[in-house]
Nanobody, 126 residues
Framework: QVQLQESGPGLVKPSQTLSLTCTVSGTSITADYTYWTWIRQPPGKGLEWIGHITYSGGTYDSPALKSRSTLSRDTNKKQFTLQLTSVTPEDTAVYFC??????????????????WGQGTQVTVSS
């Protein structure tokens, strides 16, 4: 059974760096065609895709957050991480990690978000 769990601080001060870890069990984060993803949901708003790290280690970031976000992984620990720098109250959200499987259609790819963590609340406040 595939399970994901987010961990990290629930409160971060403005201008600081948010660091979150997703711990994976039941599968390998190097399994073919898997994309290990961070998504967030601010209060009262929809889901926002942050970025992912692929099964081969490549990373892709949302253009809105690219300058501030860094994704990485530790395959031995079966973990992947998000660092978001220079946070503001607008970064307050529930942060989810998720596993996606990618389906390649040549000129585009579809992703199925099969497994999600339960989410962790992060509040940016002084």
């Amino acid at each position: 059974q595939v399970q994901l769990q987010e961990s990290g601080p629930g409160l971060v001060k403005p201008s600081q760096t948010l660091s979150l870890t997703c711990t994976v069990s039941g599968t390998s984060i190097t399994a073919d065609y898997t994309y290990w993803t961070w998504i967030r949901q601010p209060p009262g708003k929809g889901l926002e895709w942050i970025g992912h790290i692929t099964y081969s280690g490549g990373t892709y970031d949302s253009p809105a957050l690219k300058s501030r976000s860094t994704l990485s992984r530790d395959t031995n620990k079966k973990q992947f991480t998000l660092q978001l720098t220079s946070v503001t109250p607008e970064d307050t959200a529930v942060y989810f990690c998720a596993r996606a499987t990618g389906y390649d259609f040549g000129d585009y790819r579809l992703y199925e978000y099969e497994n999600w963590g339960q989410g962790t609340q992060v509040t940016v406040s002084s």
